[in-house]
């Protein structure tokens, strides 16, 4: 006697965020989860949408929770408001204060988790895997630029200069990394000129080039070949500081890497899956194609 083939597993995971409507998040996520036998689906809970804030964010944990959710990705302005509704941090969320995924246990536990750092080393290692990690500049202390300032040096980065227009965060950002990282290898530049003289490589975290932010953020007069260039912007893949940086002979990785590569991280996560990162990323950039 044949018996009813096995339902697949059903995984309901969601995005906590304000102005989230064209995430690629959820189609990521869903078509990878069908290659894995599941029945994944991807809430996006919008709180400008909603017309909610932060300070719903325990009713929406609770919520997660009851409803059997698996976990939530969170994005702008959650992430560092959730921290203090969670019952564990990892390592890397905790060093960059900061969480964009998290996990609900089966015994209903929080643990908060930040791939972005990790899901932008998996995409740069790829893109660039001979990078020479002697003298980074980065450029942007924000959210995005934290994340990646702990990757790279986690990656064994020599020396990381951080640029900011806001000098007080370039500080305050470098100070965290050398409480964190060994051999004070993180340092506040005044500016971007000086920073990368002697630079091997150049990571852009700042929104500029972004479709509603056109431009440069630096004088394109300071690339040079040997210079090794990762954007963090992915709207659009192709920015004006990528089409600067290749007319300049340099090796660059688009943001698309990070997009794909935290989303791998946070899969693996919610599911307990393995995902295909090849696959995902080239299901990312069918996406942005269309
Ligand atoms: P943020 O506002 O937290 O930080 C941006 C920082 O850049 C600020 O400290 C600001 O002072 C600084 N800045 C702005 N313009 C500058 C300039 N011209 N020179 C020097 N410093 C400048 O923003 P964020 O969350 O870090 O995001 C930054 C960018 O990264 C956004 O475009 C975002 O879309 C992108 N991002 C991409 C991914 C990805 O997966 N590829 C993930 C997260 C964020």
């Given at each position: 006697m044949t018996g009813r083939p096995a339902e697949p597993r059903k995984v309901l995971i969601g995005l906590i965020g304000?102005?989230?409507?064209?995430?690629l998040s959820p189609a990521m996520h869903e078509a990878e989860a069908a290659h894995h036998g599941l029945r994944l689906h991807y809430q996006l809970i919008d709180l400008d949408r909603a017309k909610s804030?932060?300070?719903d964010l325990p009713t929406l944990l609770a919520a997660a929770r009851i409803m059997g959710f698996a976990g939530l990705n969170v994005t702008y302005p959650c992430k560092q408001a959730v921290i203090a509704l969670l019952d564990e941090l990892s390592d890397e969320a905790r060093a960059m204060g900061a969480v964009n995924t998290v996990v609900v246990q089966p015994d209903g536990r929080l643990v908060g988790h930040n791939t972005d750092g990790s899901g932008w080393a998996r995409g740069f290692t790829r893109a660039l895997?001979?990078?020479?990690?002697g003298v980074v500049v980065l450029l942007g202390a924000g959210g995005a630029g934290a994340a990646i300032a702990h990757a790279v040096l986690r990656l064994g980065a020599g020396a990381l200069r951080v640029v900011d227009q806001d000098p007080a965060r370039a500080e305050q950002l470098a100070a965290e990394l050398n409480r964190w990282h060994q051999g004070a290898r993180a340092t506040a530049s005044v500016d971007a000129a000086s920073a990368l003289e002697g630079a091997t490589g150049l990571i852009h975290a700042t929104p500029t080039g972004m479709d509603k932010l056109p431009g440069l953020?630096?004088?394109?007069?300071?690339?040079?070949?040997s210079l090794w260039v990762s954007e963090v912007?992915?709207?659009?893949?192709?920015t004006a500081l990528l089409q600067a940086a290749r007319a300049a002979g340099c090796a660059v990785a688009d943001g698309g890497g990070m997009a794909v590569g935290q989303a791998v991280g946070a899969f693996e996560l919610f599911t307990g899956c393995s995902p295909d990162a090849r696959r995902m990323e080239a299901h990312f950039r069918a996406l942005v194609g269309r």
């Amino acid at each position: 006697m044949t018996g009813r083939p096995a339902e697949p597993r059903k995984v309901l995971i969601g995005l906590i965020g304000a102005g989230i409507q064209k995430s690629l998040s959820p189609a990521m996520h869903e078509a990878e989860a069908a290659h894995h036998g599941l029945r994944l689906h991807y809430q996006l809970i919008d709180l400008d949408r909603a017309k909610s804030s932060t300070s719903d964010l325990p009713t929406l944990l609770a919520a997660a929770r009851i409803m059997g959710f698996a976990g939530l990705n969170v994005t702008y302005p959650c992430k560092q408001a959730v921290i203090a509704l969670l019952d564990e941090l990892s390592d890397e969320a905790r060093a960059m204060g900061a969480v964009n995924t998290v996990v609900v246990q089966p015994d209903g536990r929080l643990v908060g988790h930040n791939t972005d750092g990790s899901g932008w080393a998996r995409g740069f290692t790829r893109a660039l895997p001979q990078a020479d990690l002697g003298v980074v500049v980065l450029l942007g202390a924000g959210g995005a630029g934290a994340a990646i300032a702990h990757a790279v040096l986690r990656l064994g980065a020599g020396a990381l200069r951080v640029v900011d227009q806001d000098p007080a965060r370039a500080e305050q950002l470098a100070a965290e990394l050398n409480r964190w990282h060994q051999g004070a290898r993180a340092t506040a530049s005044v500016d971007a000129a000086s920073a990368l003289e002697g630079a091997t490589g150049l990571i852009h975290a700042t929104p500029t080039g972004m479709d509603k932010l056109p431009g440069l953020p630096l004088e394109p007069g300071l690339l040079r070949p040997s210079l090794w260039v990762s954007e963090v912007v992915y709207f659009p893949l192709e920015t004006a500081l990528l089409q600067a940086a290749r007319a300049a002979g340099c090796a660059v990785a688009d943001g698309g890497g990070m997009a794909v590569g935290q989303a791998v991280g946070a899969f693996e996560l919610f599911t307990g899956c393995s995902p295909d990162a090849r696959r995902m990323e080239a299901h990312f950039r069918a996406l942005v194609g269309r």
